[in-house]
C-alpha cells in the first residue's frame, strides 16, 4: 500500500504515526506549529473524525476497505464494538510479528510475511491480515533464519516491548498470544470512538 510523504502526512494528522517522525525534529516542529495551529478556526466534527480515522488505518498500514470491513464486524458482532476492533487490529499476522519484536516496523512486518518469511503452526503464511489465535504459533521459517531480516536479533531484540498478551521464545525463534489482545488507550494515537463517529454518519 502507497502512503506517500510520510512526515508531512503526519505533521497534516498531528501525531506521529510512522517511524520516522517518531523524532526529537518533529517532536519540535510540531511545537513551532502549536501557535499557527490555535489560531485556526475550529475544526468540524467531520474533519475531527476523519483525521482520527486516517491516524488508525495508516497506523496499521491497512486500507480503507479493510479498515470500513473492521468497524462493521465489531458493530455487529459485539456490544463493546471498540474493545473488538482493537483486539482485530492488533491480531492481524504483521502486527503480531512487529508486538514479538521481530520487525522494527509494521511495514517491515507486512513484508516479512507477505515475503513468506513467517511460519504459522508449521505452515508458511504470506497473508499479513490473517487473525493469529492464542492456539497459533509464530515462528520465523526455517530458511529465513540466516537471511539479513534476522541477523543480530539476539542483540537488538526488545523483550521489554513485547505486551502481556504476547510472548516470543528467542532461542526457539517463536511466539505466541497468552490471551486475545487488550486495548490500552494510552498507547493509542489515535481516539476509535471518533473512528466509529465517522463510519455512523
Known amino acids: 500500500m502507497k502512503i506517500g510523504p510520510?512526515?508531512?502526512i503526519a505533521k497534516r494528522l498531528g501525531a506521529p504515526i510512522f517511524e520516522?517522525?517518531?523524532?526529537?525534529?518533529?517532536?519540535?516542529?510540531?511545537?513551532?506549529?502549536?501557535?499557527?495551529?490555535?489560531?485556526?478556526?475550529?475544526v468540524s466534527d467531520y474533519k475531527r473524525q476523519l483525521i482520527e480515522k486516517q491516524k488508525m488505518r495508516l497506523t496499521?498500514?491497512?486500507?480503507?476497505?479493510?479498515?470500513?470491513?473492521?468497524?462493521?464486524?465489531?458493530?455487529?458482532?459485539?456490544?463493546?464494538?471498540?474493545s473488538l476492533l482493537m483486539s482485530r487490529l492488533?491480531?492481524?499476522?504483521?502486527?503480531?510479528?512487529?508486538?514479538?519484536?521481530?520487525?522494527?516496523?509494521?511495514r517491515l512486518?507486512?513484508?516479512m510475511v507477505a515475503h513468506g518469511h513467517i511460519v504459522v503452526n508449521g505452515r508458511k503464511l504470506s497473508i499479513p491480515s490473517y487473525k493469529v489465535t492464542p492456539a497459533d504459533v509464530i515462528s520465523v521459517r526455517e530458511g529465513s533464519k540466516?537471511?539479513?531480516?534476522?541477523?543480530?536479533?539476539?542483540e537488538n531484540h526488545d523483550q521489554a516491548s513485547i505486551p502481556a498478551w504476547a510472548s516470543f521464545d528467542l532461542k526457539k525463534m517463536e511466539?505466541?498470544?497468552?490471551?486475545?489482545?487488550t486495548y490500552d488507550p494510552k498507547e493509542a494515537m489515535f481516539d476509535p470512538e471518533q473512528v466509529f463517529e465517522f463510519y455512523s454518519r
Open 6 to 8: 510520510k512526515f508531512k
Open 109 to 111: 512486518a507486512r513484508q
Open 146 to 154: 540466516n537471511s539479513g531480516l534476522f541477523v543480530g536479533l539476539a
Open 20 to 42: 520516522k517522525t517518531q523524532t526529537q525534529k518533529f517532536a519540535l516542529s510540531q511545537a513551532r506549529g502549536g501557535k499557527t495551529l490555535k489560531r485556526r478556526a475550529q
Open 175 to 181: 511466539g505466541k498470544l497468552s490471551a486475545q489482545p
Open 60 to 82: 496499521y498500514g491497512i486500507t480503507e476497505k479493510q479498515l470500513r470491513r473492521y468497524v462493521d464486524e465489531s458493530l455487529t458482532k459485539s456490544h463493546q464494538p471498540i
Open 90 to 106: 492488533e491480531s492481524r499476522l504483521d502486527n503480531v510479528v512487529y508486538r514479538m519484536g521481530l520487525a522494527k516496523t509494521r
